[in-house]
């Protein structure tokens, strides 16, 4: 059974060198446990927090401990009642080959109902922080300009579909012409800014954003986000959902002051994490799963085969090489 460790904590950006990769026997369970196999890891921004021991909403890892992510798995044996061996599962687990568990953190996937990978995303945890960030947060109405960072990932590309559901103007940001050409071409989204080759990112989307902007969805913070505030109209929301430019700065870069623009248009920001309203997950699952099943939403992947490429697909994604949800995929469903 091969595990992931934090090995040290990183300074800057993480390289292979804060990782430990460990090997030990597939462990047994007990009574009420069950044990799982891996078929895919998630690899999410936000863990890169946790490889800090800064104050932050998710608690840090421990030296030496095990990386904890979303994990689709299969039951390969079971001492729990609620679980029978060839279930299939969602949770929070050790990045590894095999996991015990007692079973009340897990969520049972029907593979009837979608490709069980989805529950990493659309139907998981990124599709609940798009679904509640943008409708509970940003309330965008018809013919509004929602303006979206890290446009093209596993966030931002369901945030452009469902603000397009609403009847809004979509505009997307994003790192290369690829990912430019995924949104708007496949996903349907009104326009989209390359933030690395445009040579000034505030008149480009000026253009993009002809009516001004009323929703900002930030994925991404630091300049990105700096170059919308002269954008924004009375009354707009911004939702700070993820800072990524941040993450591995030492000394955070320090913006603008946003007060003045904030107070002239009466205009919003908040930040939140989708805990915050987990409370209405049920609902937030249901209705993506109709919009996924009614072919409303639709989702891109970026799957690498392999455990031994698990670290390497987490430090991706600060590199931006994932177009859609970063998975590994372990083993054959
Ligand atoms: P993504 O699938 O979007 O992957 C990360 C992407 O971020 C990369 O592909 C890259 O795309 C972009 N990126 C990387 N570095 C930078 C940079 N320096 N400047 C601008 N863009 C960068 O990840 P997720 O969809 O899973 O997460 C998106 C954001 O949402 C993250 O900030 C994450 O922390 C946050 N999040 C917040 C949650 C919450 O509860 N608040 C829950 C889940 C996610 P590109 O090529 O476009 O640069």
Same mark, same amino acid.
């Given at each position: 059974?091969?595990?992931?460790?934090?090995?040290?904590?990183?300074?800057?950006?993480?390289? =292979? *060198?804060?990782?430990?990769?460990?090997? =030990?026997?597939?462990? &047994?369970?007990? &009574?009420? %446990?069950?044990?799982?196999?891996?078929?895919?890891?998630?690899? +999410?921004?936000?863990?890169?927090?946790?490889?800090?021991?800064?104050?932050?909403?998710?608690?840090?890892?421990?030296?030496?401990?095990?990386?904890?992510?979303?994990?689709?798995?299969?039951?390969?044996?079971?001492?729990?009642?609620?679980? !029978?061996?060839?279930?299939?599962? =969602?949770?929070?687990? &050790?990045?590894?080959?095999?996991?015990?568990?007692?079973?009340?953190?897990?969520?049972?996937?029907?593979?009837?109902?979608?490709?069980?990978?989805?529950?990493?995303?659309?139907?998981?945890?990124?599709?609940?922080?798009?679904?509640?960030?943008?409708?509970?947060?940003?309330?965008?109405?018809?013919?509004? @300009?929602?303006?979206?960072?890290?446009? *093209?990932?596993?966030?931002?590309?369901?945030?452009?579909?469902?603000?397009?559901?609403?009847?809004?103007?979509?505009?997307?940001?994003?790192?290369?012409?690829?990912?430019? *050409?995924?949104?708007? &071409? %496949?996903?349907?989204? +009104?326009?989209?800014?390359?933030?690395?080759?445009?040579?000034?990112?505030? @008149?480009?989307?000026?253009?993009?954003?002809?009516?001004?902007?009323?929703?900002?969805?930030?994925?991404?913070?630091?300049?990105?986000?700096?170059?919308?505030?002269?954008?924004?109209?009375?009354?707009?929301?911004?939702?700070?959902?993820?800072?990524?430019?941040?993450?591995?700065?030492?000394?955070?870069?320090?913006?603008?002051?946003?007060?003045?623009?904030?107070?002239?248009?009466?205009?919003?920001?908040?930040?939140?994490?989708?805990?915050?309203?987990?409370?209405?997950?049920?609902?937030?699952?249901?209705?993506?799963? !109709?919009?996924?099943?009614?072919?409303?939403? !639709?989702?891109?992947?970026?799957?690498?085969?392999?455990?031994?490429?698990?670290?390497?697909?987490?430090?991706?994604?600060?590199?931006?090489?994932?177009?859609?949800? !970063?998975?590994?995929?372990?083993? =054959?469903?």
């Amino acid at each position: 059974n091969r595990k992931i460790l934090l090995a040290s904590r990183p300074k800057g950006i993480p390289d =292979e *060198s804060n990782f430990t990769v460990i090997k =030990e026997s597939i462990p &047994e369970i007990k &009574e009420g %446990e069950v044990l799982i196999r891996t078929i895919y890891l998630s690899v +999410d921004p936000y863990m890169r927090g946790r490889m800090s021991n800064a104050i932050s909403y998710a608690k840090p890892y421990e030296l030496g401990e095990p990386f904890l992510g979303g994990v689709v798995g299969r039951v390969v044996d079971s001492k729990n009642s609620r679980f !029978q061996v060839g279930d299939y599962i =969602e949770g929070r687990l &050790e990045w590894a080959d095999y996991n015990v568990s007692d079973g009340k953190m897990l969520r049972k996937v029907n593979p009837e109902l979608a490709p069980v990978s989805t529950a990493l995303h659309v139907l998981g945890m990124p599709g609940l922080t798009a679904y509640f960030g943008l409708l509970y947060i940003g309330e965008p109405k018809d013919g509004e @300009t929602v303006v979206v960072s890290g446009a *093209s990932g596993a966030v931002g590309m369901l945030v452009g579909q469902l603000a397009k559901l609403k009847g809004c103007r979509v505009v997307g940001i994003a790192g290369t012409d690829e990912k430019c *050409s995924y949104i708007t &071409e %496949e996903l349907g989204f +009104d326009a989209a800014v390359n933030y690395k080759t445009t040579e000034n990112l505030e @008149t480009a989307l000026k253009t993009a954003c002809p009516d001004g902007v009323d929703v900002y969805f930030d994925n991404v913070g630091g300049e990105v986000s700096d170059s919308i505030l002269s954008l924004i109209n009375f009354q707009a929301r911004i939702i700070i959902c993820g800072q990524i430019s941040q993450y591995n700065l030492e000394n955070p870069s320090m913006g603008p002051r946003v007060g003045g623009q904030l107070l002239k248009n009466s205009a919003m920001m908040k930040g939140f994490i989708v805990s915050d309203y987990e409370e209405h997950n049920d609902e937030g699952l249901a209705k993506l799963s !109709q919009w996924l099943r009614e072919g409303k939403i !639709q989702y891109r992947e970026n799957v690498v085969i392999g455990f031994e490429n698990t670290i390497n697909a987490f430090l991706g994604l600060f590199r931006g090489d994932n177009i859609g949800k !970063q998975l590994v995929k372990l083993t =054959e469903e």
